[in-house]
């Protein structure tokens, strides 16, 4: 996960097998990873096992050259994509909501976590909502993803001022920027039930569909499109570029000029070039993890995980 | 108002019976206060006084117990929800767009003080817009609000380029994070006259409702929903979040896990599971005057009121 | 041009006769710069003297007093608008990708430098899309106008991902900006396709025209009602505010103070008030090149064009 330091303080990568899933499935193919809540008698409600289980899914795909593109979905035999937080787990005890026993600064969000794990990402990543969606399933299930797709008929809210909680996964973050303060400060206060097609959400879907069955199809049709003809380093340079602005146009300027030359002396810009000229489709042979530059990423990187962690 | 530090530099705030409006009025019922521009004569247009008034009375709004929900409208037997600044009061010597004796870095903007009282007020917000606006009837009585709720007839421009005289009220901020700079460049360079289903409105408001008469009972409802079914500490707390953002998402999601574990231990998330395994509606205690944490606000808050106040 | 610090580091403006413009055209009507693409064999492909030409005369139209409004079409003649970067060019070497002799931080994007040239221009800037976009036709040639006016039936697409190449001309600073980062993401990242109607470009376009040939008219009418009815010294403030904004609400509210006392003692406000007055057009004889104050430009200004220079 790039937030982490690669050069001191990464964590061994797990292997596939290894990944120890139980509220998650995972399966790899034609280069594109399907990530799929699995909770279906709980209405796939998000527990702490699940944000583990979803922070370790997306540090795999981060990591191992195969995935070039993730979707998120759920099991559709459950009512909802995502009910929310467990609300059954969180009466029990469990950190979800914070502990008892942290001081005020230890507490880390695991939606937060999550959030951070799946907007960090180097590949492509899309979230193919096929069902209902509450709280954290529009905010982490949703938000940190480059692309979203959706059934016309899901019903969607963020009810924390209605429940006496905080907004988290990094929405209050992250929704204003992809749809702008005013949508965002209305669907965070108003706690209202909204359908993909409701003027509080234009703008962030990339496509609606009238059938909940089309959802998850849609979703790999663009990401086998991408992993196969997105040059992967072209993306995640992109994505560095547009999480990481410069505090001014200029200093982007010097950005991506520098991300520029870098990517132009690449075999992709190589391959690329020779595909465009003999009119064929590209097939692109560098990695994010042996072709980056040392100098990605360019931004200060905080691990946060720590409870002692600071900025 | 929280952008006076309240442990040194606090006002006191004045009772409501003694806030002396009179070119608004203030009323107080179901816990929302209800504040009207009372101008109909002079299509409530914005007065020196009239920006007293309406600091005076958002602060009142900020500090007393008893409000949980402001609503802005107008006088509707006024042509206009407001017709701008009133140019006449301007002519004859007023301070609203500078007095002469003031130094260049002396001015405070009548609007801009309005705007900052409504947008960094820690209850919920809302315009209620049944007419015309033109100038600061669309920035300072607009755009710093939660929700805007309008009448689909009424005609608005911001024509300050076409008058030769500069954008106030901070719509120079606020309107680009509101609806994109896409939008907020082409309404302030433009100074077109728009409805409120123009394309480069998108998103600003709320409701848009066919009948005048529709919007100041659609207000009052959101208001009356809010104050009786939300967390007043909630809305504070995301509210500071979405105002004022870490500078990555990292460190927002230190903030937000800070105000969750703030949040969690309240007496409002109790009472907010309790309702929620008990299906009924909450009914929450907390206020943030006694309940917000010591923490709040974390950002730094400067009073810039004073001509010689610096950031 | 405005990144330049004019009392240090300001070259002589070329006079118009002297720009020596070959890919590009330029006249000058009732304060209209009209500025033509003009490689219609190549469909308008962006070449390496096109953004020299292009940065000349964007300054010579913020520098000189009788211009008042800057519009960028393209020779109608061509099949595109602009069919991007001109790979020919790129194939013999050209450095619009960066030569190969330049070290990882001397490049200078070429599309970056027309960004800058166009957004920091004090004067309006329009963008008459009368054709399909492709790439840099859609980054540079459209992102740092105030206004976009676009023929319904142009094809658009940003293919950089696909190509192997980077974004570039600030395309990953503005585009968030102008229309929200889903929609900028989902542009950058899925190259698709897009006409000007897609929902993942709302908000981008100030018109969409049913007709090629109703584009050029539009953006002169838009160009030529402002440059006679709109102050100078108001459009060059309200674009520093818009593009400069403050850290804080309470930052840009001292900002805009000021400049409201600055504008305020104007001869532009002065004959704004007096036209207003006598309902008439307003004759604004305010010019940026004579009557900003020397406080303008009030933020860091910088000279990013030389190999060596740092922010």
Known sequence: MNYVSTTTIAPAVTPFDALG???????????????????????????????????????????DDRVRAIVLSADPSAPAFCAGVDM?????????????????????????????????????????????????????LQCPFDFRIIWSGSKMTIPFVRLGIAPESTSTYLLSRLIGQSRATAVLL???????????????????????????????????????????ISIAYSKGLLHHNGSSVE???????????????????????KAFMQ?????????????LSPWYPWWKVTDVRHPKSKL
Not at 89 to 113: F, I, N, W
Not at 115 to 129: H, L
């Open 21 to 63: 899933l139980t509220d998650i499935t995972a399966k790899l193919e034609d280069n594109v990873l399907l990530v799929t809540l699995n909770r279906p008698r709980k209405m796939n409600s998000f527990s702490e096992k699940m944000a583990t289980d979803l922070v370790r899914v997306f540090e795999f795909g981060d990591q």
């Open 88 to 140: 059954e787990e969180v009466a029990r005890g469990s950190s979800l909501l914070g502990r008892k026993e942290d001081s005020e600064t230890e507490h880390r969000d695991p939606g937060g976590q999550v959030a951070m794990a799946i907007y960090n990402n180097r590949k492509i990543t899309i979230s193919a909502v096929n069902g209902n969606a509450s709280g954290i399933g529009l905010t982490a």
């Open 279 to 291: 009119r064929r489709k590209p097939n692109f042979p560098d990695t994010p993890n042996r072709n």
């Open 251 to 273: 200093e982007q300027h010097l950005l991506e000029s520098r991300v520029m030359k870098l990517v132009g002396a690449s075999e992709d810009a190589a391959e690329g070039a």
């Open 190 to 232: 108003s706690g209202a039930v909204m359908l993909p097609d409701s003027p509080m959400l234009s703008g962030l879907y990339y496509e609606v569909l009238p059938n909940r069955t089309d959802v998850l199809p849609a979703a790999l049709k663009l990401a086998k499109n991408l992993a196969a003809n997105a040059s992967q």
